[in-house]
């Protein structure tokens, strides 16, 4: 069984701290998915990482792909209220063209 | 260019009753995929297909069935809902192909079984 674990599942910081979020698995990725998703919404991807040690900034947001393709970390640097939301990562494995998910990290910032 | 439509949006069922949620594209992509969402949790794959007549099962198959006729529809079939069937459901697509690894959702449909 392919899996997805994401961590920590609930996170509540105040606004202007610093936050990682984490999704590993035993397997190994082609690409990997971050998502952010709000209440009543699809998600809408935020970034995608394809290189092992790869690296890739959204304005605050550093997103991270481990060398062995196993793991990947989202970063978010100076937290603000509008970064509040449901981050999920979604992982396609090289032998298959199916997609899965992680298990989401809700995240609150409080101001 | 609608992109990615699921309908119905809202949906109650009794136990033991039977519907399809449909999902239609616009894009011309081959892989479509169903998930479910329940309350504050992630995505969790019914089934997905790969281009018109091919299907496979994702992590949650059961009590679930899919057809794939054409490339634009992939409707996804509940026979005898219960209420573990609850939850939200998402379609999506993918254009396929080396390197193509994105998702574009639908609006979802949010299902209720009592």
């Known amino acids: 069984t392919q899996l997805l674990e994401q961590s920590p599942q609930f996170l509540s910081i105040q606004e202007g701290e610093n936050l990682t979020v984490y999704c590993n698995s035993s397997s190994v990725f082609s690409s990997l998915q971050w998502y952010r998703q709000e209440p009543g919404e699809g998600p809408v991807l935020l970034v995608t990482v394809v290189t092992g040690g790869e690296v890739k900034k959204l304005k605050r947001l550093t997103f991270q792909f481990g060398d062995a393709r196993k793991d990947s970390s989202l970063h978010i640097t100076a937290a603000q209220p509008g970064d509040t939301g449901l981050y999920l990562c979604a992982g396609k494995y090289s032998s298959a063209s199916k997609i899965i998910f992680g298990s989401g990290t809700r995240l609150s910032i409080r101001p | 260019n609608a992109g990615v439509t699921q309908t119905p949006k809202f949906r109650i069922l009794k136990i033991g009753q039977s519907m399809t949620l449909q999902c239609a594209q616009d894009?011309?992509?081959?892989?479509m995929y169903w998930y479910r969402q329940d309350p504050g949790m992630g995505l969790k794959l019914i089934y997905y297909?790969?281009?018109?007549?091919?299907?496979d099962k994702g992590e949650v198959p059961n009590g679930y069935n899919v057809s794939r006729s054409t490339t634009e529809d992939f409707p996804l079939r509940l026979e005898l809902a219960a209420p573990s069937q609850t939850s939200v459901y998402f379609c999506?697509?993918?254009?396929?192909?080396?390197?193509?690894?994105?998702?574009?959702f639908g609006a979802g449909s949010r299902l209720t079984v009592l």
């Open positions: 297909s790969v281009g018109a007549g091919i299907t």
């Open positions: 999506a697509t993918n254009p396929g192909g080396v390197g193509a690894n994105v998702l574009t």
């Open positions: 894009m011309n992509h081959n892989y």
